[in-house]
């Protein structure tokens, strides 16, 4: 890559505003070159929000600058570039997010160049290598490709074409000298332009329309079939493509949508650039007609064009040039035989010059006007500082309402004219910020001065006044002043009460579990000292220290079979039946409680102030007899959840299993020594297994758990 020497300059802001009034500020943004020569801003695009501009801070040539609209403009690459000059041919470019502009550096020529805002500038490509270049012309942004003009030192001035990554030259007249591609322009989503298919003595053969839609070329447009002719200056306007062209009878303004047409024959237009520009639905540009001279002339795309006004009476004319549009008018610059060359504007209804920058006879001779940040900028030279960048916005009044209240009976108005004693709405002008009038509607309350008695009571010693400015400590009838709520002062009579300091007591409560603290803002579950603070009778601190002791109940039960033994001892009881509705048994009033049913028991615990209960525990074993110890037959695993093992079994014996409520569940009348046995039908409780041999029986205990 390619790239150029980059030198930073920060020059200071001063904003030098225009002496006149009532008809816009108008201010230079910044003497970038000190003295009478200037930086001669030229060539100026915007790429994200920042206005790049071609221009000079010393004696070393022209460089790139950027200006943000509030900082300083500054120099983003220096160089020699002197081929930079604000016209179509040369203009800088905006294509895919970066600026694209031709430039000379002092090894490759002029060719095209790129600049993304933040890196340094590149070279795209090296058309023409060596020190002459390609002079790159027309840069024109068609079908995401940006097309220009420029010459290889082989195939002549051709059209190219540049994606992003390549360049591309689209021959379009095979040979040496080229076809000339100028005044790109797209129309009708295609690319037209000017070029020639001969040379030399064939003049039939040049100044021809050509169209390209990104494949194929063709001629499209012959104003003069094998005849002079010349072509130049091309704008579109109401989906028509309009140029100035000369078929041998002279420039007029011709038209081409498919086939070519001359528009008019009435005005004649010399080699001048008319700046075409489309406002209000009119095209609008600056043509001669051998009468008026150069003035401003406007065509609605189907009424003979005529002249919008004669600016500068006699043959000179006004030459109307740099024509944009900015706030919904038209601005140019012009001479009106008594200005010299300055700003103008046009409202599709009346002229009128913006300011004398360079006043009386002299010009400021604006160019490059350009819109950036809802402003106007431009190139004018005051007469003293050269050309510089210069901004222009229009000096819209505007109006406002305030509510100011003061106290006592002066306010003064914010123009400084006026003074005002009562309330009331009064109107006064000032500048606004855009230096223009603001007409301001004051709706004025002149407040008067309060009094008022507080009569505040303190803990302690100290009390500071309403103001901040006085501590007392004493008992008394004091004085204060403070701001109302008017914003006017407010006396204060002050009945002061200087109450004892805080208080402290000791309080020793017992609670069951947790106790809640006087305050309301603790809960302490255990026992232990704490300490606690509530407002006293006179709103002072009680601080309280608290001895607390928390009784706690042990609730749980320890179970034997359908023995239940409650495991607080010291308390007094009551066993609860579970299974209808917590009723308390009649006379289960021990530690102890000894079932006589299957069913879900709890016990209530009374003890130190405290009541709590147990969970319920079932029993389920009475009504199974006691197990035979004969025998020694074995089983697994138990607790049991699928399959039980029975072993050490006599053969021939029976088993069988009963259920909680003597039901038998299982039998087996001849048995080997070892058996299997699902109990997945089973349900969850304690089962007694029998054996039964020659008379005797042997029984265990069975637990189904899964």
């Given at each position: 890559m390619v790239s150029m020497?980059?030198?930073?300059?920060?020059?200071?802001?001063?904003?030098?505003?225009?002496?006149?009034?009532?008809?816009?500020?108008?201010?230079?943004?910044?003497?970038?070159?000190?003295?009478?020569?200037?930086?001669?801003?030229?060539?100026?695009?915007?790429?994200?929000?920042?206005?790049?501009?071609?221009?000079?801070?010393?004696?070393?040539?022209y460089s790139l600058f950027v200006y943000d609209g509030v900082n300083a403009p500054h120099v983003v690459v220096s160089g020699n570039y002197w081929d930079f000059i604000n016209t179509d041919e040369r203009k800088i470019t905006v294509y895919n997010n970066k600026l694209y502009f031709a430039a000379t550096d002092l090894t490759n020529g002029n060719e095209l160049w790129s600049y993304d805002g933040?890196?340094?500038?590149?070279l795209v490509a090296?058309?023409?290598?060596?020190?002459?270049?390609?002079?790159?012309?027309?840069?024109?942004?068609?079908?995401?490709?940006?097309?220009?003009?420029?010459?290889?030192?082989?195939?002549?001035?051709?059209?190219w074409s540049y994606d992003g990554t390549t360049a591309?030259?689209?021959?379009?007249?095979?040979?040496?000298?080229?076809?000339?591609?100028r005044y790109l322009i797209v129309h009708n989503n295609k690319l037209n332009f000017i070029a020639d298919t001969a040379s030399g003595a064939m003049a039939g053969s040049r100044n021809l329309v050509w169209?390209?839609?990104?494949?194929?070329?063709?001629?499209?447009?012959?104003?003069?079939?094998?005849?002079?002719?010349?072509?130049?200056?091309?704008?579109?306007?109401n989906n028509k493509l309009y140029f100035i062209g000369d078929n041998g009878a002279g420039q007029q303004l011709w038209s081409y949508n498919g086939s070519v047409s001359m528009v008019t024959n009435n005005i004649g237009v010399a080699n001048l650039n008319p700046y075409f520009t489309v406002y209000n639905n009119n095209l609008y540009f600056s043509v001669y007609d051998g009468t008026n001279g150069y003035e401003l002339w406007s065509y609605d795309g189907t009424n003979t064009p005529a002249m919008v006004q004669d600016l500068r009476t006699g043959s000179s004319g006004a030459y109307p040039n740099y024509t944009t549009v900015y706030d919904n008018k038209l601005y140019?610059?012009?001479?009106?035989?008594?200005?010299?060359?300055?700003?103008?504007?046009?409202?599709?209804?009346?002229?009128?010059?913006?300011?004398?920058?360079?006043?009386?006879?002299?010009s400021s001779n604006p160019t490059a006007l350009i819109t950036f940040n809802s402003k106007l900028y431009f190139s004018a030279n005051n007469g003293t500082d050269g050309n510089?960048?210069?901004?222009?916005?229009?000096?819209?009044?505007t109006a406002a309402t305030i509510s100011p209240s003061v106290c006592?009976?002066?306010?003064?108005?914010?123009?400084?004219?006026?003074?005002?004693?009562?309330?009331?709405?009064?109107?006064?002008?000032?500048?606004?910020?855009?230096?223009?009038?603001?007409?301001?509607?004051?709706?004025?309350?002149?407040?008067?001065?309060?009094v008022a008695t507080i009569s505040p009571a303190v803990c302690g010693s100290n009390y500071t006044s309403p103001s901040g400015i006085y501590t007392w400590t004493a008992s008394a009838t004091y004085m204060d002043t403070i701001p109302n709520l008017a914003g006017c002062d407010s006396v204060l009579t002050i009945n002061l009460i200087v109450n004892a300091s805080a208080t402290t007591s000791t309080v020793s409560p017992s609670a069951c579990n947790s106790y809640l603290s006087p305050s309301g803002l603790y809960t302490w579950t255990s026992s232990a000292t704490y300490t606690d603070t509530i407002p006293a009778a006179a709103g002072c601190d009680s601080i309280i220290t608290i001895n607390l002791t928390i009784n706690t109940i042990n609730k749980t039960v320890n179970q034997a079979a359908h023995i239940l033994t409650a495991n607080e001892a010291g308390g007094m009881y009551r066993w609860l039946d579970c299974n209808n509705s917590y009723a308390a048994l009649s006379g289960a009033t021990s530690q102890i409680y000894t079932a006589t049913i299957n069913g879900s028991y709890a016990v209530e615990v009374t003890k130190n102030g405290c009541i709590d209960t147990s969970a319920c525990a079932a029993v389920t074993t009475i009504g199974i007899s006691t197990f035979d110890k004969v025998g020694n037959f074995t089983m697994y695993p138990n607790p049991v959840s699928n399959y039980l093992t029975i072993d050490n079994l006599t053969l021939g014996s029976s088993i069988n299993i009963y259920d909680a409520l003597g039901r038998v569940v299982y039998e087996n009348h001849n048995v080997s020594s070892k058996i299997n046995i699902d109990v997945l039908s089973f349900s969850n409780g304690v089962y007694s297994v029998s054996q039964r041999w020659s008379g005797f029986t042997s029984k265990r205990m069975l637990v189904v758990n899964r």
């Amino acid at each position: 890559m390619v790239s150029m020497k980059i030198k930073l300059y920060f020059v200071c802001l001063s904003l030098l505003t225009s002496s006149l009034s009532g008809l816009a500020q108008v201010s230079m943004v910044d003497d970038i070159y000190p003295g009478s020569t200037g930086s001669t801003p030229k060539a100026m695009a915007e790429l994200n929000s920042k206005l790049y501009f071609v221009g000079r801070s010393d004696t070393s040539g022209y460089s790139l600058f950027v200006y943000d609209g509030v900082n300083a403009p500054h120099v983003v690459v220096s160089g020699n570039y002197w081929d930079f000059i604000n016209t179509d041919e040369r203009k800088i470019t905006v294509y895919n997010n970066k600026l694209y502009f031709a430039a000379t550096d002092l090894t490759n020529g002029n060719e095209l160049w790129s600049y993304d805002g933040t890196n340094p500038p590149a070279l795209v490509a090296d058309i023409n290598s060596g020190a002459s270049g390609s002079s790159p012309f027309y840069p024109t942004v068609y079908n995401n490709k940006l097309y220009f003009s420029a010459w290889d030192g082989v195939n002549g001035t051709e059209l190219w074409s540049y994606d992003g990554t390549t360049a591309s030259m689209i021959e379009l007249k095979p040979g040496s000298d080229g076809s000339t591609p100028r005044y790109l322009i797209v129309h009708n989503n295609k690319l037209n332009f000017i070029a020639d298919t001969a040379s030399g003595a064939m003049a039939g053969s040049r100044n021809l329309v050509w169209e390209y839609d990104g494949t194929n070329s063709s001629v499209v447009g012959d104003i003069n079939p094998g005849g002079f002719k010349s072509l130049q200056y091309t704008k579109v306007f109401n989906n028509k493509l309009y140029f100035i062209g000369d078929n041998g009878a002279g420039q007029q303004l011709w038209s081409y949508n498919g086939s070519v047409s001359m528009v008019t024959n009435n005005i004649g237009v010399a080699n001048l650039n008319p700046y075409f520009t489309v406002y209000n639905n009119n095209l609008y540009f600056s043509v001669y007609d051998g009468t008026n001279g150069y003035e401003l002339w406007s065509y609605d795309g189907t009424n003979t064009p005529a002249m919008v006004q004669d600016l500068r009476t006699g043959s000179s004319g006004a030459y109307p040039n740099y024509t944009t549009v900015y706030d919904n008018k038209l601005y140019f610059s012009a001479n009106d035989g008594s200005t010299g060359y300055e700003v103008w504007t046009y409202n599709g209804t009346a002229f009128s010059m913006i300011a004398d920058i360079n006043s009386g006879s002299a010009s400021s001779n604006p160019t490059a006007l350009i819109t950036f940040n809802s402003k106007l900028y431009f190139s004018a030279n005051n007469g003293t500082d050269g050309n510089e960048l210069w901004v222009h916005m229009p000096c819209v009044p505007t109006a406002a309402t305030i509510s100011p209240s003061v106290c006592g009976n002066n306010y003064i108005s914010p123009s400084g004219i006026y003074t005002w004693t009562a309330s009331a709405t009064y109107m006064d002008t000032i500048p606004n910020a855009a230096g223009c009038d603001s007409v301001l509607t004051i709706n004025l309350t002149v407040n008067p001065a309060t009094v008022a008695t507080i009569s505040p009571a303190v803990c302690g010693s100290n009390y500071t006044s309403p103001s901040g400015i006085y501590t007392w400590t004493a008992s008394a009838t004091y004085m204060d002043t403070i701001p109302n709520l008017a914003g006017c002062d407010s006396v204060l009579t002050i009945n002061l009460i200087v109450n004892a300091s805080a208080t402290t007591s000791t309080v020793s409560p017992s609670a069951c579990n947790s106790y809640l603290s006087p305050s309301g803002l603790y809960t302490w579950t255990s026992s232990a000292t704490y300490t606690d603070t509530i407002p006293a009778a006179a709103g002072c601190d009680s601080i309280i220290t608290i001895n607390l002791t928390i009784n706690t109940i042990n609730k749980t039960v320890n179970q034997a079979a359908h023995i239940l033994t409650a495991n607080e001892a010291g308390g007094m009881y009551r066993w609860l039946d579970c299974n209808n509705s917590y009723a308390a048994l009649s006379g289960a009033t021990s530690q102890i409680y000894t079932a006589t049913i299957n069913g879900s028991y709890a016990v209530e615990v009374t003890k130190n102030g405290c009541i709590d209960t147990s969970a319920c525990a079932a029993v389920t074993t009475i009504g199974i007899s006691t197990f035979d110890k004969v025998g020694n037959f074995t089983m697994y695993p138990n607790p049991v959840s699928n399959y039980l093992t029975i072993d050490n079994l006599t053969l021939g014996s029976s088993i069988n299993i009963y259920d909680a409520l003597g039901r038998v569940v299982y039998e087996n009348h001849n048995v080997s020594s070892k058996i299997n046995i699902d109990v997945l039908s089973f349900s969850n409780g304690v089962y007694s297994v029998s054996q039964r041999w020659s008379g005797f029986t042997s029984k265990r205990m069975l637990v189904v758990n899964r």
